[in-house]
């Protein structure tokens, strides 16, 4: 969850008035901020597996250094994901959706 600002006009008087052609309308001058927790469009978590073919790149001379290991948190797009039903709470995802990998603190 990430908290959000929402801003809302706020009604001094609610009475409609007439402008310059005729239209009655209410007029909206303030504007209240309110803060909101919404789901955030990222997602964080450990990598559990990762497939056979880029295991077989890690080794390979043309690309000598592949980022992404067993046991990495990363950060990944929360709508391209997809729930992967034989291990609870897992999801499988798309290399080209992680956005970073997070560095271990020292």
Sequence with gaps: MVKKEFDKPVVKDNTPKKDENG????????????????????????????????????????????PIKIGDVIIYRAKSAMWFDILKDTQLINHFDIMSVETPKA
Excluded: C, W
């Design 23 to 66: 239209v009655e309308a209410v007029d909206f001058d303030e504007v209240q901020t309110e803060v909101k927790e919404v789901e955030s469009d990222y997602r964080r978590g450990v990598v559990l597996k990762v497939p056979f073919e880029y295991t077989q790149q890690i080794n390979s001379d043309t690309f000598p250094s592949m």
